[in-house]
């Protein structure tokens, strides 16, 4: 197979292959690139791997532009990385490698063609295509990659297991390219992903998490979620997502099972939104379901108070995961802790200080947070599903009109603490929270409206039942002068 034709639509295969000819070496495009040449995938990053020194091809391949390219040297790892206008152009000799137990980092020593190929993770990552004259374009497959793109396989070159125990990374990596591709797992590979589970513990939580949030970005990510957890790999960095998973049952009372109920939500939002953290909101939003299950002979099984205890569970769970501990993870808390407010006004009777509490508390992530509690209706009765998006279209629309007239959205006090302290001559203290906080409240029950004018009537009214008068700045000004 011969993919002369493909290469020539890039002119940089053109200058390495010049370059390697210069040199005496011979050239190889490889990996990822040559995986999505075959499945009509974008690819802009780009590996070349040559038998030879991979530093010395890369020098030679950037003499050969009349502008500067950015060239990136990595003398300790032997490769190096040229920067084009559209994409990266990494370059490294055709190595081998050995590892030690306690590591996922190898021995590298010079190597083949065939031996750099046969190190690589899976049969679909271990194909090249030649940049030689002799055989320009022709496909180099020795692990038949081709076939299992066709059969959509996720299959390692080499014994699964002695690939997964050398570097377990390649555990998470199957099952991210298994839920970017839409593919499934070889039996044998799947088989040797449970049984290395355990081998995750010598990764880093940065790559784990790193490979966890390209599975989450893919259209259905639920298929990668059972994956991790059929093969015991969630167990071993996300265990509190794994204890969602079961149904217990007392007198005929069961729950449904919390592990594929968020799934299923996580899913449902993915259409609306490519936000990682608002999909990380839905697998995070019944999070503490497990803490604060309880069964009621009346009612059968509750939970309550599972929204608090998951907003306080999750800073600890994003430190742990290494996760950002920024206003990304703050956003993910307000929207578990916010998550079953909007339920809870898809009623006729629900009145507008409810609704203008709800835009206060979410504030700009109110259409995120509806986004939420729409994908988090997941009944299998398809009647009370769309009674419920129905009500919640309601909802939406109170709050819109609620939203045009009081402005609570972005609510901030209309009269300032710094304000209250000039009129009345006061030192920072509790009694200018308690006057502030008196105004929050009227504005937000629409007992005033949300404007400076009401508010500092309402603020006088305040002081004056706390004792408080305004200072006479004039009076002070004249005795200053006398």
Known sequence: MNFKSRLDEHYIFEKVAAAGSRLGIDTYVVGGFVRDLILGRPSKDIDITCVGSGISLAQEVAKSFDTHVPLSVFKNFGTAMLKLDDGELEFVGARRESYRLESRKPIVEDGTLEEDLERRDFTINAMAISLNGKDYGELIDPFDGIGDIKRKLIKTPLEPG??????????????????????????????????????????????????????????????????????????????????????????????????????????????????????????????????????????????????????????????????????????????????????????????????????????????????????????????????YLENFARVEEKLKEVEGKDQIRNFQPPVSGEEIMGIFGLSPSKIIGEIKEEIKEAILEGKIQNNPEAARKLMFDIARDKGLAPVDHNSNHQENND
């Open 162 to 387: 002695i690939t997964f125990s050398d570097d377990p990374l390649r555990m998470m990596r199957a099952v991210r390219f298994a839920s970017q591709l839409n593919f499934d797992i070889d039996a044998d590979t799947f088989f040797a992903l449970a049984e290395n589970a355990p081998r995750l513990q010598i990764i880093s939580a940065e790559r784990i998490i790193d490979e966890l949030n390209k599975i989450i970005a893919t259209p259905k990510p639920s298929y990668g979620f059972k994956l991790l957890f059929a093969s015991k790999l969630l167990h071993e960095f996300f265990p509190e997502m794994v204890e969602l998973q079961g149904v217990d049952s007392v007198d005929d009372k069961s729950h449904k099972d919390n592990f594929y109920h968020t799934l299923q939500v996580l899913d449902n939002v993915c259409p609306f939104t490519d936000n990682l953290w608002l999909r990380w909101a839905a697998i995070m939003h019944d999070i503490a379901k497990p803490a604060t299950k309880r069964f009621n002979p009346k009612v059968g099984w509750t939970f309550h108070g599972h929204e608090d205890r998951g907003a306080r569970m999750t800073p600890t769970i994003f430190r742990r995961l290494k996760l950002p501990m920024d206003e990304r993870m703050k956003y993910v808390q307000k929207l578990v802790r916010l998550h079953l407010r909007p339920i809870a006004l898809v009623k006729e009777e629900v009145t507008d200080s409810a609704l203008r509490r709800l835009l206060f508390d979410a504030g700009d992530d109110i259409d995120d947070l509806m986004k939420l509690c729409r994908a988090d209706i997941t009944s299998k009765n398809d009647k009370k599903v769309k009674r």
